[in-house]
């Protein structure tokens, strides 16, 4: 499987943005899709993730009411929809899927990874 995620950039404090992962070379519509999150200096966080369906998410605390995921299995792609930026959501942002369990929230449970998107919020 391999994923492309796309959309990072740079925003104000208070804006949206909207990041997309597009995933090809596997079954898609099969995976759990996660997103993490590094910011510099320090480790890998995981920031949400939405089932196999699209019925059922789950969310860090720290981005829980702000961010969205979703996804289109017939475009194959997911979506992370972030409002409310803060200057401490500047990090480079990864899609990730192929966890064996439900729900996965730790970075090692996951097989495939796109090579991340930055970004930058700015006060």
């Known amino acids: 499987v391999q994923l492309q995620a796309s959309g990072g950039g740079l925003v104000q404090a208070g804006d949206s943005l909207r990041l997309s992962c597009a995933a090809s070379g596997g079954t898609f519509s099969t995976y759990g899709m996660a997103w993490f999150r590094q910011a510099p200096g320090k480790e890998r966080e995981f920031v949400g993730v939405?089932?196999?369906?699209?019925?059922?998410?789950w969310y860090a605390n720290s981005v829980k009411g702000r961010f969205t995921i979703s996804r289109d299995n017939a475009k194959n792609t997911v979506t992370l929809q972030m409002n409310s930026l803060t200057l401490e959501d500047t990090a480079v942002y990864y899609c990730?899927?192929?966890?064996?369990?439900?729900?996965?929230?730790?970075?090692?449970?996951?097989?495939?990874w796109g090579q991340g998107t930055l970004v930058t919020v700015s006060s």
């Open positions: 939405i089932s196999w369906s699209g019925g059922s998410t």
């Open positions: 990730a899927a192929g966890a064996s369990r439900w729900p996965a929230y730790e970075s090692y449970q996951y097989d495939y």
